[in-house]
């Protein structure tokens, strides 16, 4: 009964918009990375996109960012860096990023999912999410989608 009614609240929330920035603010210091950075950072493509879980520690309720270094490179060779966060550079209250998975569809790009909680506190409780992300290289383009749960 209380599963049912969870999963009915969250079909009806407004879910809330991703933005996707450029790296340089106090998300991407590199103190951010929860340690060990091993298990906080992946790579793809053959090492030239990497994705990078970020904990800015405040606000307690949403902490947690995306770091996404990816081409295309710039005049001297680095990476777009771009942070991914809810809303005015505001984070999830947790991402798995242990179940981050990624696939490839040549019409699209890469895809990556990733399991993340967020702290609602107008209904006094996180509810969980995935997040859809979808890179294309060759533009540097980055969309991002959610699908709330119902945990």
């Known amino acids: 009964m209380i599963r049912a009614a969870l999963a009915l609240l969250a079909l009806t929330l407004p879910a809330a918009a991703q933005e996707v920035s450029d790296c340089g603010d106090y998300r991407t210091d590199a103190r951010n990375i929860p340690e060990p950075w091993e298990a906080s950072t992946r790579s793809f493509a053959n090492g030239d996109v990497r994705l990078v879980l970020l904990d800015t520690i405040e606000p307690a309720a949403a902490p947690y960012h995306l770091m996404i270094l990816s081409p295309p490179y710039d005049e001297v060779g680095g990476r777009q860096c771009k942070v991914l966060s809810r809303e005015n550079q505001s984070g999830w209250a947790g991402m798995d990023f242990d179940q981050l998975e990624a696939g490839y569809d040549p019409a699209l790009g890469l895809t990556f ?14 509810n969980s999410t995935v997040l859809t992300i979808t890179l294309n290289q060759s533009t540097g383009d980055i969309t991002v989608s959610q699908q709330l749960g119902n945990e």
Do not use: R
């Open 113 to 126: 999912t990733l399991p993340a909680m967020i702290w609602l506190p107008e209904k006094n409780f996180v």
